[in-house]
């Protein structure tokens, strides 16, 4: 139930309910939307500051990147030789074989 002012509070019980709806200062909803324009904006200028801090804070325990970013292969390692068996894509009429795939001009 909506509570009811008194009808001599400011005048009437409408005009009451008048400065009510339009904001005390009177400015009515276009100061609401400056303080909502300024609490976004504030908001946003805290949320940049935020990720410019962590985004140049340095990594703890990180001497280089990632390992999972630049795959390496090990010492001696030694490709699996080619058998000249042609491998065929389904449903294609191409084949080739190993060689032909690691030599590859691209």
Do not use: K
């Amino acid at each position: 139930m909506e509570e009811r002012l008194p009808a001599d509070f400011c005048g009437t019980a409408s005009r009451a309910a008048d400065l009510h709806a339009v904001g005390f200062e009177g400015r009515g909803p276009p100061m609401r939307m400056e303080v909502l324009a300024m609490r976004i904006s504030s908001a946003l200028f805290a949320l940049s500051l935020t990720s410019l801090a962590s985004a140049g804070a340095p990594a703890q325990g990180q001497d280089g990147p990632p390992a999972w970013a630049y795959p390496v292969n090990p010492p001696n390692f030694q490709r699996a030789p080619d058998d000249g068996t042609i491998r065929r894509v389904p449903d294609s009429a191409a084949g080739f074989t190993l060689t032909q795939l690691r030599d590859h001009p691209c």
